[in-house]
């Protein structure tokens, strides 16, 4: 007779299926030996054998929809006991010897559990009556029509900025008062807790915030590698921002030229939901040219561009037509709207800007702005969030300012040519040329920059870059590198990080040594083993009070080569 039960097709092992095998196990071979009865029994004509003393469909039991005849005075008395026990979803056994009459006239009625979990599945497929779908109901619950039912989610790529962005949005919006979840380069964080160490800029990582229950907001860094990789790791974003895109990791993942790595990280401006929002950096044709990308159009986003170039004529027209736009006016990063100009934060409050030296981080802030006023953010909000973000506690490893004695040591990731560039421009416009007196040799400010990059030259004379690049790249982009450091440098040290990435041992320092000095004859150029005796090397033969541009591959590594040095993060006075 069981097997006979169990040949039914709907029944499966354990909840697989509607309904679950019989199995006489010790707790069915045992009632039935309290009635005389064993598994090899035969029964009289018309005689019923129960297996166990319970009726779950996980014993194998069955079920039979009775919600057409459940009485009044029942359903109310579950109702009250749902309401007692605070549960939103509710599971009640009743012990009811007809559940059609009313309680007073059933025998000792009572309820006997309330589940925090039901099953569905005896509703969504009885064994007798009809499918009742309870999950509907469940979930339009828990999410009302109209209601939303999501997170806010920004996502970010790009080639240089995008951890410094997600940074700052994550700080902006922590400080409006949301449990944040963010993920970058560095790890995942939720809440501002560090959660998940690794370069977790991909779509594994954007699933365990979203996976998430707790976390109110997601800001995601999504770089090339994961896209190509595994895809977006959401379905859409409410926000995409496109810091800029310029020539790095060409030659990986199949991506051999710079109109495929657009192509690649457009993905992201074309996978927001209908009425988003897209950022865009109108001083970067690549970036710019994200609103023109017939994916991009069909979503009709909102466009807000961002601006460190005075004049720029694509943030003048987008102006002219009413559009949002943010950029930097008298000294105030600015949102204009419709023609009317709202300051958000003075240049001089943006920690880690130098007053505007730094125009690379001022660029990233008008980005973060962009995207949390976007996301609802005050502007109130946005000023003391951002006026918080403190370079060293809530950006380690970007632009960070350390001092070893009287020299400043600026310690950053930066590894293709547009970044070093960035950030070479930084330490001469703040501490003198890097070089010479008379000026770069053979660079140039980059467009857009709001720094004068001749500020003190007699103070920052002989400053030294100690540097090593990712094995990684093509040779050309690492030439390029190359070329961009002798531009500002006079003083190079080179070292090889651990992880060689499929080079030899010595053939980046050759490779980048050779760029160093076709780049900038008569540039003094020095080998170390490793980044600690690459710093004490560059402090050594650094001129007096020359700044030291650190560039680190392992954030770990750098801090603690930092300290063992005695860099402290601190100046030991008013810049």
Not at 101 to 127: F, I, K, Q, W, Y
Not at 212 to 219: C, L, N
Not at 254 to 281: S, W
């Amino acid at each position: 007779l069981i097997e006979l039960a169990n040949a039914d097709p709907r029944r499966g092992k354990g909840h697989t299926r509607e309904l679950t095998r019989i199995s006489l196990d010790a707790d069915a071979l045992s009632h039935l030996s309290s009635f005389g009865l064993d598994e090899h029994s035969v029964p009289a004509s018309g005689q019923v054998v129960t297996l166990r003393r319970n009726a779950n469909l996980s014993t194998g039991g069955t079920s039979r929809d009775v919600t057409d005849i459940v009485h009044d005075e029942v359903a109310e008395m579950c109702r009250r006991a749902a309401a007692v026990s605070g549960l939103d979803v509710c599971g009640i056994d009743v012990r009811l010897a007809d559940i059609s009459v009313p309680l007073r006239d059933a025998p000792r009625p009572g309820v006997l559990e309330l589940n925090a979990c039901p099953g569905l599945r005896m509703h969504l497929s009885p064994t007798e009556g009809r499918s009742r779908d309870v999950a509907a109901s469940v979930v339009d619950s828990l999410y009302p029509p109209g209601a939303p039912a999501r997170i806010p989610l920004a996502s970010v790529t790009g080639t240089n900025g995008k951890t410094t962005v997600v940074r700052m949005i994550g700080q902006v919006l922590s400080q409006a008062g949301l449990r944040v979840g963010v993920t970058c380069t560095e790890g995942v964080y939720i809440g501002g807790n560090l959660v998940y160490q690794a370069d977790a800029s991909g779509p594994r990582s954007a699933e365990m915030v979203l996976d998430d229950p707790s976390v109110e907001a997601a800001v995601l860094e999504t770089a090339r590698g994961g896209i190509i990789r595994s895809g977006l790791g959401y379905d859409q974003a409410d926000v995409a921002v496109v810091t800029n895109i310029s020539e790095d990791h060409l030659g990986s993942d199949g991506i051999d030229d710079l109109d495929e790595l657009i192509h690649v990280k457009a993905l992201v401006a074309e996978e927001i939901r209908d009425g988003g929002c897209v950022v865009l950096n109108a001083d970067d044709p690549a970036s710019a040219g994200m609103a023109d990308r017939r994916a991009v159009r069909m979503r009709t986003p909102v466009i807000r561009y961002f601006s460190l170039q005075p004049g720029n004529p694509i943030v003048a027209q987008h102006k002219l037509a009413g559009g949002l736009c943010y950029e930097v006016v008298d000294g105030q990063l600015t949102e204009t709207e419709a023609g009317h100009g709202r300051s958000l934060i003075s240049v001089s409050d943006v920690p880690g800007a130098f007053g505007g030296l730094a125009s690379h981080v001022v660029a990233n802030a008008l980005a973060a702005l962009a995207a949390c006023r976007a996301l609802g953010v005050s502007a109130k909000d946005c000023r003391r969030g951002l006026a918080g973000f403190l370079p060293v506690e809530h950006n380690p490893g970007r632009g960070d300012v350390y001092w070893a004695g009287a020299h400043p040591v600026v310690v950053d990731y930066g590894h293709n040519t547009a970044a070093l560039q960035a950030t070479c421009q930084f330490v001469s416009a703040a501490w003198g040329d890097a070089t010479t007196a008379d000026g770069p040799a053979g660079g140039a400010p980059a467009a857009g920059a709001g720094a004068d990059a001749h500020a003190d030259p007699a103070a920052a004379a002989g400053g030294v870059a100690v540097v090593t690049l990712p094995g990684d790249r093509r040779d050309d982009l690492l030439v390029q590198a190359a070329q961009a450091i002798a531009g500002w440098f006079g003083k190079v040290v080179l070292y090889e990080d651990s992880d060689k990435r499929g080079r030899q041992p010595g053939e980046m320092t050759e490779l980048i040594g050779n760029a160093l000095r076709d780049a900038r004859p008569g540039i003094v150029c020095q080998r170390a083993e490793g980044p600690a005796e690459a710093l004490r090397a560059g402090l050594a033969i650094a001129s007096d009070r020359a700044p030291i541009l650190f560039i680190y591959e392992k954030l770990g590594i750098a801090l603690e080569v930092l300290a063992s040095a005695g860099a402290r993060p601190e100046p030991p006075a008013p810049i």
